[in-house]
């Protein structure tokens, strides 16, 4: 079993900017595959940034240039800074893991991640 915990969700003026963390706790594993969704009301689920096994990092077109993925060294802390943020970026914000993985055919498959975490919400105003 793998425990994800977000956090680093808030209120920012379009324009700002927010850094969004996951601790990942449990049974995980190097090659797991990390990646963060959102989803606004009444919209489907949407994968924003992805990173494999092996480090390499997928993203969204709509947030290409504008957010960052990364893990910290040991791959318990999964981040994701947002800048520029618009107000069509509002949404919860949801940290998934594949665990075990190493790397997946498309980074945005929802069905391909087995843990999921609470998810934090950001909210972008104009």
């Known amino acids: 079993q793998v425990q994800l915990v977000e956090s680093g969700g808030g209120s920012v003026q379009s324009g700002g900017s927010l850094r969004l963390s996951c601790a990942a706790s449990?049974?995980?594993?190097?090659?797991?595959?990390m990646a963060w969704f959102r989803q606004a009301p009444g919209k489907e689920r949407e994968g924003v940034a992805g990173?494999?096994?092996?480090?390499?990092?997928t993203y969204g077109e709509v947030v290409k240039g504008r957010f960052t993925i990364s893990q910290n060294n040991a791959k318990s802390t999964l981040y994701l800074q947002m800048n520029n943020l618009k107000p069509q970026d509002t949404a919860m914000y949801y940290c998934?893991?594949?665990?075990?993985?190493?790397?997946?055919?498309?980074?945005?498959?929802?069905?391909?991640?087995?843990?999921w975490g609470q998810g934090t919400q950001v909210t972008v105003s104009s």
């Open positions: 990173i494999d096994g092996y480090g390499t990092s």
């Open positions: 998934a893991v594949k665990s075990p993985c190493g790397r997946l055919n498309w980074a945005f498959a929802i069905t391909a991640y087995n843990y």
């Open positions: 449990g049974s995980t594993d190097s090659r797991d595959c």
